[in-house]
C-alpha cells in the first residue's frame, strides 16, 4: 500500500512537471506514442473548438459575457483546459498540447491554413489568458519568460498623472485600482506605436488589460515561426502512409453530421426542387441549380456537387436519373448520349457502379478548399470563389437588403465564408440568430425546412395570411421576405408534408 502511495505520488509530480500550466505556448512538441484513433480523435475535437472559436469571434464582442460563457460551454464540452483548474487536469492538458501540434502539422500546408490556425489559436490564448487569476497570470508569464515585474503602489501613486494622461480608458480615481507592469520597450512596441501606454527611462509601464495584447504579439511571432518551419518539414511527414491521408482530411475537414444517409429518402418529388431552390437551397446550391435550369448542362465538378447534395436531401436514384436526363436532353445531350456518357456516373455516386463507394455530399470545407472553378463553372463556394461585384450584384437579385449585404461581404473580405453563408440564411429566412454553426449545405437545407416548418421560431410575427412561405411563381425573382399570393398556393401545399417531416428529431 505505501509503495503504490508512493509510485502514484511520482507520477503526479512527473505530470505536474510535464504540464505545470494549464495554458501554454507550445514550444516543446510532444514525445509519446499515441494511437492513430486518438491521434485523429484528439484533432477532431480541437477542429470543433477552433471553429466555434471563429464563429463566437465573429458573432459576439470578445471578452463580451456571452463570448465567455458559450466558449467555456464548449471547451466543458470537449475536455480541454477551460480556465485555471486543479492540479489534476494532466488530460485536458495533455489533450490540449497533442492536439495543438497535430492541427499544426495539418494546417501549416498553404497559406490560406495557416492564418486560419494562427488567428483561432491567439483568440482562444487570449481567453484563456484572461480567465486566470492574478496569481496564476504572473506564474505564465515566468513560465514563458515574460515575467514582468508588477510596479508598487507607491510607484503607482507617484506616476498616476502621467499613467492617467498615457492610458486611454482610465479615469483619474481609477488609475490606482488596477495593476500595472513595468515592461521593456521592445516587448510594448505595439502599445507604443498606438501611443496608448507611458513611456520613462526605458520602460513601458502597461496595464493589467493590456498586458494580453504582449502576450499575444509574443505568442503570435513564435507560432507564425513555428508553422512555417513546420512546413518546410512536411516532406517527410508525406512519405508516411498512415498519416498524410489524415492530414489532408483534417485540413479540409468537416465534423458535423453524416449526410449520406438521409431518412427523408424518396420523401422529395422532383416538382418540388425549384421551390426548395429558392426556399432552402444554400446560396451555392441555389447557383447550381439555376444554372442548370438556364443551360441545361453543368460540367463534372457542378454534377458532383450539385448531385451529391440532391441525394442528401432524399433524391433516390431513380429520381436522380430522371431529373438530369430530362434537363439534359431539353439541351445538346440526347437521350442515347445521356445514358451512355453521364448515367453511368450518377449511379457511381450512388454506389452502384465501380468500387461501389457510396459517395458522401460535400461539406463546406471540401466546397471552399478544394477543386476551385474555372471559367464556365458554377460550382464552389460563392463566397469564396466569386467576385466580390458579382456576388453583390446576385445578392441584390435575391432581395437581400443593403446593411445585410454589407454585412455579408464584410465577413467575406475576412475570409469568414461558412459565416457570410450563415448571415445570408438569417436574413433570407427572417432570424437575428440561427443558433447553430454552419458547416454543409445539406445542413443549411435540413435547418431552412425545420425553420419553415415552425421548428425554429422566427424574428417576426408571420403576417395575417397565416403563411411564412416565399412566393414560387418564379424561381430566382422573387422576394425571400415577401408573404404568398394566390398564385403559389399549388407550391406551398406540396411542400407542406416535407416541412413537417424535417420537423422530427
Same mark, same amino acid.
Given at each position: 500500500?505505501?509503495?503504490?502511495?508512493?509510485?502514484?505520488?511520482?507520477?503526479?509530480?512527473?505530470?505536474?512537471?510535464?504540464?505545470?500550466?494549464?495554458?501554454?505556448? +507550445?514550444?516543446?512538441?510532444?514525445?509519446?506514442?499515441?494511437?492513430?484513433?486518438?491521434?485523429?480523435?484528439?484533432?477532431?475535437?480541437?477542429?470543433?473548438?477552433l471553429k466555434v472559436v471563429e464563429n463566437l469571434g465573429?458573432? +459576439?464582442?470578445?471578452? *463580451?459575457?456571452?463570448?465567455?460563457?458559450?466558449?467555456?460551454?464548449?471547451?466543458?464540452?470537449?475536455?480541454?483546459?477551460?480556465?485555471?483548474?486543479?492540479?489534476?487536469?494532466?488530460?485536458?492538458?495533455?489533450?490540449?498540447?497533442?492536439?495543438?501540434?497535430?492541427?499544426?502539422?495539418?494546417?501549416?500546408?498553404?497559406?490560406?491554413?495557416?492564418?486560419?490556425?494562427?488567428?483561432?489559436?491567439?483568440?482562444?490564448?487570449?481567453?484563456?489568458?484572461?480567465?486566470?487569476?492574478?496569481?496564476?497570470?504572473?506564474?505564465?508569464?515566468?513560465?514563458?519568460?515574460?515575467?514582468?515585474?508588477?510596479?508598487?503602489?507607491?510607484?503607482?501613486?507617484?506616476?498616476?498623472?502621467?499613467?492617467?494622461?498615457?492610458?486611454?480608458?482610465?479615469?483619474?480615481?481609477?488609475?490606482?485600482?488596477?495593476?500595472?507592469?513595468?515592461?521593456?520597450?521592445?516587448?510594448?512596441?505595439?502599445?507604443?506605436?498606438?501611443?496608448?501606454?507611458?513611456?520613462?527611462?526605458?520602460?513601458?509601464?502597461?496595464?493589467?488589460?493590456?498586458?494580453?495584447?504582449?502576450?499575444?504579439?509574443? +505568442?503570435?511571432?513564435?507560432?507564425?515561426?513555428?508553422?512555417?518551419?513546420?512546413?518546410?518539414?512536411?516532406?517527410?511527414?508525406?512519405?508516411?502512409?498512415?498519416?498524410?491521408?489524415?492530414?489532408?482530411?483534417?485540413?479540409?475537414?468537416?465534423?458535423?453530421?453524416?449526410?449520406?444517409?438521409?431518412?427523408?429518402?424518396?420523401?422529395?418529388?422532383?416538382?418540388?426542387? /425549384?421551390?426548395?431552390?429558392?426556399?432552402?437551397? &444554400?446560396?451555392?446550391?441555389?447557383?447550381?441549380?439555376?444554372?442548370?435550369?438556364?443551360?441545361?448542362?453543368?460540367?463534372?465538378?457542378?454534377?458532383?456537387?450539385?448531385?451529391?447534395?440532391?441525394?442528401?436531401?432524399?433524391?433516390?436514384?431513380?429520381?436522380?436519373?430522371?431529373?438530369?436526363?430530362?434537363?439534359?436532353?431539353?439541351?445538346?445531350? /440526347?437521350?442515347?448520349?445521356?445514358?451512355?456518357?453521364?448515367?453511368?456516373?450518377?449511379?457511381?455516386?450512388?454506389?452502384?457502379?465501380?468500387?461501389?463507394?457510396?459517395?458522401?455530399?460535400? *461539406?463546406?470545407?471540401?466546397?471552399?478548399?478544394?477543386? &476551385?472553378?474555372?471559367?464556365?463553372?458554377?460550382?464552389?463556394?460563392?463566397?469564396?470563389? *466569386?467576385?466580390?461585384?458579382?456576388?453583390?450584384?446576385?445578392?441584390?437579385?435575391?432581395?437581400?437588403?443593403?446593411?445585410?449585404?454589407?454585412?455579408?461581404?464584410?465577413?467575406?473580405?475576412?475570409?469568414?465564408?461558412?459565416?457570410?453563408?450563415?448571415?445570408?440564411?438569417?436574413?433570407?429566412? /427572417?432570424?437575428?440568430?440561427?443558433?447553430?454553426?454552419?458547416?454543409?449545405?445539406? !445542413?443549411?437545407?435540413?435547418?431552412?425546412?425545420?425553420?419553415?416548418?415552425?421548428?425554429?421560431?422566427?424574428?417576426?410575427?408571420?403576417?395575417?395570411?397565416?403563411?411564412? !412561405?416565399?412566393k414560387s411563381n418564379s424561381q430566382e425573382s422573387m422576394?425571400?421576405?415577401?408573404? &404568398?399570393? *394566390?398564385?403559389?398556393?399549388?407550391?406551398?401545399?406540396?411542400?407542406?408534408?416535407?416541412?413537417?417531416?424535417?420537423?422530427? /428529431?
Open positions: 500500500m505505501e509503495f503504490s502511495r508512493g509510485k502514484q505520488a511520482r507520477l503526479a509530480g512527473a505530470r505536474r512537471e510535464l504540464y505545470p500550466h494549464s495554458l501554454q505556448f +507550445y514550444l516543446e512538441p510532444p514525445t509519446e506514442n499515441i494511437s492513430l484513433v486518438e491521434f485523429e480523435s484528439f484533432a477532431i475535437d480541437r477542429l470543433k473548438l465573429v458573432s +459576439y464582442l470578445r471578452g *463580451s459575457d456571452t463570448y465567455k460563457s458559450k466558449l467555456e460551454s464548449e471547451l466543458r464540452k470537449l475536455k480541454f483546459p477551460y480556465r485555471a483548474l486543479a492540479e489534476d487536469d494532466y488530460e485536458a492538458r495533455r489533450k490540449d498540447h497533442i492536439s495543438h501540434f497535430i492541427l499544426r502539422l495539418a494546417y501549416c500546408q498553404s497559406e490560406d491554413l495557416r492564418r486560419w490556425f494562427l488567428q483561432q489559436e491567439m483568440d482562444l490564448l487570449r481567453y484563456r489568458f484572461n480567465e486566470l487569476t492574478e496569481n496564476l497570470r504572473q506564474k505564465f508569464l515566468e513560465h514563458v519568460n515574460l515575467s514582468f515585474e508588477a510596479i508598487s503602489e507607491d510607484l503607482r501613486n507617484e506616476l498616476s498623472n502621467e499613467l492617467y494622461t498615457s492610458t486611454p480608458g482610465l479615469s483619474l480615481p481609477k488609475v490606482k485600482e488596477p495593476m500595472f507592469y513595468k515592461v521593456g520597450l521592445a516587448d510594448a512596441v505595439d502599445l507604443f506605436r498606438a501611443r496608448r501606454v507611458f513611456i520613462k527611462d526605458g520602460f513601458a509601464y502597461v496595464p493589467l488589460k493590456d498586458i494580453d495584447s504582449i502576450v499575444l504579439s509574443n +505568442y503570435r511571432t513564435k507560432l507564425s515561426k513555428a508553422l512555417a518551419l513546420t512546413a518546410r518539414s512536411l516532406p517527410s511527414i508525406q512519405s508516411d502512409e498512415r498519416l498524410q491521408p489524415l492530414l489532408n482530411h483534417l485540413s479540409h475537414s468537416y465534423v458535423g453530421p453524416d449526410y449520406s444517409v438521409q431518412k427523408n429518402t424518396g420523401k422529395i418529388s422532383l416538382e418540388q426542387i /425549384d421551390a426548395l431552390s429558392v426556399k432552402s437551397f &444554400p446560396l451555392c446550391m441555389r447557383q447550381l441549380h439555376k444554372a442548370l435550369r438556364d443551360s441545361h448542362h453543368l460540367r463534372h465538378g457542378g454534377r458532383m456537387q450539385y448531385g451529391l447534395f440532391l441525394k442528401g436531401i432524399g433524391l433516390t436514384l431513380e429520381q436522380a436519373l430522371e431529373f438530369w436526363k430530362r434537363e439534359f436532353i431539353r439541351g445538346k445531350v /440526347d437521350a442515347d448520349k445521356f445514358d451512355k456518357g453521364y448515367a453511368y456516373s450518377i449511379r457511381h455516386s450512388y454506389g452502384k457502379e465501380g468500387k461501389r463507394t457510396d459517395y458522401t455530399p460535400y *461539406s463546406c470545407m471540401k466546397i471552399i478548399m478544394s477543386n &476551385p472553378p474555372s471559367q464556365g463553372d458554377y460550382h464552389g463556394c460563392p463566397f469564396r470563389h *466569386s467576385d466580390p461585384e458579382l456576388l453583390k450584384q446576385r445578392l441584390q437579385s435575391y432581395k437581400i437588403p443593403p446593411n445585410g449585404i454589407t454585412q455579408i461581404l464584410e465577413l467575406v473580405k475576412g475570409m469568414h465564408y461558412q459565416l457570410a453563408c450563415q448571415k445570408y440564411f438569417e436574413l433570407t429566412h /427572417d432570424v437575428d440568430d440561427i443558433g447553430f454553426s454552419l458547416n454543409h449545405p445539406n !445542413q443549411y437545407f435540413t435547418e431552412s425546412q425545420k425553420l419553415l416548418s415552425g421548428g425554429r421560431e422566427p424574428k417576426k410575427e408571420p403576417s395575417s395570411s397565416g403563411s411564412s !412561405q416565399q422576394n425571400s421576405n415577401s408573404t &404568398p399570393t *394566390s398564385s403559389n398556393t399549388t407550391a406551398d401545399a406540396d411542400l407542406e408534408g416535407l416541412e413537417a417531416y424535417f420537423t422530427e /428529431d
